[in-house]
């Protein structure tokens, strides 16, 4: 069963950088599908943020495209999220996530539990 | 960017009955080259990830009670759940990947 953990601040102050790392298990990144990131603002709706295909091929969404680096390690098998410049509107339940791969990314089959992050100083 | 709307942004159901969520995208999600609509369907419970429950707007995922039930083609989707279940009590999104950006409906809250 493929699991995925993310891990980082649960707080983070505004104009700062927000950074989520994703842990892997059960599954070699290196194997395929695309590893990408959403978030959930509390009551609110899905977003997707972008993700990356193992070569390092991203797509991300233009609304965040210039505050947004996702990136990967394969040697540790893990993959990573950055978000630049963070304000309140950022404060969400991200969640790392799987998409099958239909030559971009696909449906959604395993997600991480998703911690909280608070944008506040 | 494909804006998908749902409705209706909240249903309640008896025990038994049938809910039925419905899906529109502001352009068509059906692909050419696959002949597949690029369209999943996730199940949302209180403090929980999503749940994948269709994939290609109507094929079942592996180990979903036939009970959900996925229909529609090109920009109107719906998801079915018969004789509905207490543990159905939860939040039902749509979500397109037919470009980037992927985006999701705004969500479904469904009752007893």
């Known amino acids: 069963q493929v699991q995925l953990q993310e891990s980082g601040p649960g707080l983070v102050k505004p104009s700062e950088t927000l950074s989520l790392t994703c842990a892997v298990f059960n599954y070699s990144i290196n194997n395929g599908y695309y590893w990408g990131w959403i978030r959930q603002p509390p009551g609110k709706g899905l977003e997707w943020i972008g993700s990356l295909y193992h070569t390092g091929k991203t797509y991300y969404n233009p609304s965040l495209k210039s505050r947004v680096t996702i990136s990967v390690d394969t040697s540790k098998n893990q993959f990573s999220l950055e978000l630049s410049s963070v304000s309140a509107a950022d404060t969400a339940v991200y969640y790392c996530?799987?998409?099958?791969?239909?030559?971009?990314?696909?449906?959604?089959?395993?997600w991480g539990q998703g911690p909280l992050v608070t944008v506040s100083s | 960017d494909i804006v998908m709307t749902q409705s209706p942004d909240s249903l309640a159901v008896s025990l038994g009955e049938r809910a039925t969520i419905n899906c529109k995208s502001s352009?068509?999600?059906?692909?050419?080259?696959?002949?597949?609509?690029?369209l999943a369907w996730y199940q949302q419970k209180p403090g929980q990830p999503p749940k994948l429950l269709i994939n290609w707007a109507s094929t079942r995922e592996s180990g979903v009670p036939d009970r959900f039930s996925g229909s529609g083609s090109g920009t109107d989707f719906s998801l079915t759940i018969s004789n509905l279940q207490a543990e159905d009590v939860a939040v039902y999104s749509c979500h397109q990947y037919y470009s980037i950006p992927n985006s999701f409906g705004q969500g479904t809250k469904l009752e007893i």
């Open positions: 352009q068509s999600v059906l692909y050419f080259s696959n002949n597949k609509n690029h």
């Open positions: 996530a799987r998409q099958q791969s239909v030559g971009a990314p696909g449906a959604i089959d395993y």
